[in-house]
């Protein structure tokens, strides 16, 4: 084996610690870690390392994967409007929710490509997931444009 799968995440063996790690640390490996140290804000990384955690999740349907979403504490997302041509989703209780605002900032480009990478592998063909909305730029909560 030369890689690692979203299978191979879930076998954890932590006796004392458990499965948890604090929202603090996941927020600096991504805002401080990636967002500050990377060139344009780390947005191509994060997309590519997005993307490919979707495409691993194995996911079977849209409801599965905002189930999966929740679960994992990603957020809670909602659609809220859907159509021929693709949907809107918002993500409520998303990890930036409650960091200072900082206008024209939008910091939660790796759970969209989250929701890409599954949403082209359950369609079979490519989608496109934008961010329209970030608590972080001051938004109620943090919104994709999805499109098939």
Excluded: W
Excluded at 10 to 33: A, C, H, Q, Y
Excluded at 34 to 48: D, F, I, M, R, V
Excluded at 79 to 96: L, N, P, Q, R, S
Aim: proline share 3%.
């Amino acid at each position: 084996m030369d890689h690692f799968t979203f299978e191979d995440m879930k076998k954890i063996k932590r006796d004392n610690l458990g499965d948890m790690v604090p929202l603090e640390l996941f927020r600096t490996i991504r805002l401080i870690g990636l967002y500050q140290a990377l060139p344009s804000n780390g947005k191509g990384t994060t997309l590519t390392i997005g993307r490919r955690i979707g495409e691993e999740l194995g996911v079977n349907s849209v409801e599965e994967l905002f189930e999966l979403f929740e679960n994992m504490k990603i957020g809670i997302p909602k659609i809220v409007k859907e159509d021929e041509k693709g949907m809107t989703v918002a993500v409520y209780d998303c990890f930036c929710e409650g960091l200072p605002v900082m206008e024209g900032k939008m910091v939660c480009d790796l759970e969209g490509a989250i929701m890409e990478g599954a949403l082209t592998k359950l369609r079979g063909k490519r989608v496109s997931v934008r961010e329209v909305k970030c608590n972080v730029h001051g938004d109620e909560y943090c919104e994709y444009e999805v499109r098939y």
